[in-house]
């Protein structure tokens, strides 16, 4: 199994500034993931963040508003540009060691933006 | 299209009765199934997966579940609940003839465990 280390674990701030989210995890891991999640809601994917190259990201979410990095096998950010209330929300970190096993998850990020 | 059904939102029971939340999903090929709980403010846990071999699969805290290939279902079950075991479940699915590394969420079922 890996560990996931998310933080902040929440924050909140002000409209129009931009809050990087930070994920490290114990062990070399192939893929990593970012989410979002309303509280008690499902989780929608955000983004595939992929060592070396740029992330891939799901419909409806842009790489100038949720830039990606992925500088090595244990490490990613999200960054939340310019932010809005409507981008309140939970975002979590997730990473993968292979096809056929499971995901494991940081403890997320709450972020309020006023 | 893939998907992952939950089809109840909310499921209630007392403590120390049988407890099962329900999953059926839709994929090309075989399934890879996964369970996992949320507890409130915590990230998702890995209770279990189904890839292949036993339909029943046992996981972490007494929870089980079985994979039935003819209803394309993947219940997840305990034979007596604990108050503790209250939290958000989601089921997740990806097909084995996917290349890619994404898991398919259902819309998470709340276990509320009553004294």
């Known amino acids: 199994s890996a560990v996931i280390s998310q933080k902040p674990s929440r924050d909140i701030c002000q409209r129009g500034t931009s809050l990087t989210i930070q994920c490290q995890v114990d062990s070399q891991v192939t893929m990593m993931f970012w989410y979002r999640q309303q509280p008690g809601q499902s989780l929608t994917l955000i983004a595939t963040?992929?060592?070396?190259?740029?992330?891939?990201?799901e419909s409806g979410f842009v790489i100038d508003k949720f830039p990606i990095s992925r500088p090595n096998l244990t490490f990613s950010t999200l960054t939340v540009s310019n932010m809005s209330p409507e981008d309140s929300s939970i975002y979590l970190c997730?990473?993968?060691?292979?096809?056929?096993?499971?995901?494991?998850f940081g403890q997320g990020t709450r972020l309020t933006v006023v | 299209a893939q998907s992952v059904a939950q089809p109840e939102d909310q499921v209630n029971v007392a403590e120390g009765n049988p407890l099962t939340v329900k999953c059926t999903y839709s994929v090309s090929g075989n399934p890879y199934l996964f369970w996992y709980v949320q507890y409130p403010n915590r990230g998702l846990q890995f209770l279990l997966k189904y890839i292949t071999g036993d339909n029943l699969v046992k996981g972490s805290y007494g929870f089980e579940a079985e994979f039935n290939k003819s209803q394309t279902s993947f219940h997840l079950k305990k034979p007596s609940a604990l108050v503790s075991d209250s939290a958000l479940y989601f089921c997740?699915?990806?097909?084995?003839?996917?290349?890619?590394?994404?898991?398919?969420w259902g819309a998470g079922t709340k276990l509320i465990i009553k004294p």
């Open positions: 997730s990473a993968r060691t292979g096809l056929n096993t499971e995901a494991f």
């Open positions: 963040a992929n060592q070396g190259s740029e992330a891939t990201y």
């Open positions: 997740a699915v990806r097909s084995a003839m996917d290349s890619n590394y994404q898991l398919i």
